[in-house]
């Protein structure tokens, strides 16, 4: 199964859930003009790629947990576009949700996408107690021990020095809680063991700091059509990035030594557990610049 089968399953329980829960139309159409958008469903991929590491088929159950992932990241990005926050008028190639809905329309679309995930996991047939436990990861990754801490520090930091620490710290938060949150959610899935589980969540930690590492690379490498939003922004605001700390050659160096680390750990636990790393590793890959 290719990534494109992925993809269309992932987009497919997105459209189930908002048919079947009919909320008032223009609430659906300001989600679905951001979910829709496109985007490389990185988080949800991972996941259902770990999924199927671990030897199991996928479902229609494993699709609607993907899909959570998915939609709170969607969240995030409607709401750091907002003139509050990073001020961007593009997103995935169009306008921004709230240059096409309002801002007041925007938050709120943020706002369910936030807390909808966790309706679908309530409805997911799966072990009860995987429920609870996804649940505990889902918001451990994204609220105020995830990503919203990492976005308010990251938007403190706009106001003064950081040093390298510092922004490895936010980052940790910002992306890398979400980007664990895949390997952790398919490891839970699966019924592996608390051991494994801390593999997992270290795999994700060292993929989350490789892909916020890319993000900088890409913009001020990359321009509109390929990034789909404002390329050069980090710069012109004086965001502190890899870029800032590391030079461009150390920043693609730093985000080549953190996917060996995560190779390594695919490595070793293809060696401690029946795991097929292939198509995880192929996913992997991809985060090279």
């Known amino acids: 199964m290719d990534n494109k089968e992925l993809l269309a399953g992932i987009d497919q329980a997105i459209k189930d859930f908002y048919a079947s829960t009919n909320p008032v139309n223009h609430l659906r159409e300001s989600i679905l003009y951001s979910v829709d958008a496109g985007g490389k469903r990185i988080r949800p991929l991972f996941f259902l790629r770990t999924v199927q590491a671990f030897g199991l088929t996928l479902t229609e159950e494993h699709y ?19 003139p509050a926050m990073d001020d961007d008028d593009y997103r995935r190639g169009r306008l921004t949700n709230h240059k096409v809905y309002g801002e ?48 308010v520090l990251d938007m403190d930091g706009e106001k003064r020095e950081l040093n390298l620490a510092d922004l490895k710290a936010i980052h940790a938060l910002k992306t890398g809680k979400m980007l664990t ?11 592996v063991s608390k051991e494994v589980l801390e593999q997992l969540r270290s795999l994700g930690e060292h993929v989350g700091l ?29 965001k502190a990035t890899y870029i800032k700390f590391y030079g461009l050659d150390g920043a693609k160096k730093a ?35």
Do not use: C, W
């Open 64 to 82: 609607k947990v993907a899909s959570t992932v998915e939609l709170i990241h969607t969240s995030s990005l409607i709401h750091d576009d907002l």
């Open 104 to 151: 007041a329309q925007a938050i709120l679309a943020g706002d369910v996408l936030l807390l909808d995930p966790y309706n679908i996991l309530a409805r997911t047939k799966i072990p009860s107690q995987q429920i609870v436990s996804l649940v505990l990861e889902l918001s451990l990754a994204s609220g105020s021990f995830g990503m919203v801490a990492g976005q």
């Open 181 to 191: 949150f895949p390997f952790v959610a398919g490891g839970i899935v699966a019924g």
């Open 210 to 238: 490789a892909f916020q590492i890319r993000d900088d690379i890409k913009d001020v490498t990359a321009d509109f059509s390929e990034i789909g939003k404002t390329p050069g922004k980090d710069m012109v605001h004086d």
């Open 255 to 289: 985000l080549s030594e953190e996917l060996n680390q995560a190779r390594l750990i695919v490595a070793n636990l293809t060696e401690s557990v029946d795991l097929d790393p292939v198509n995880l590793l192929e996913l992997i890959d991809q985060l090279e610049v």
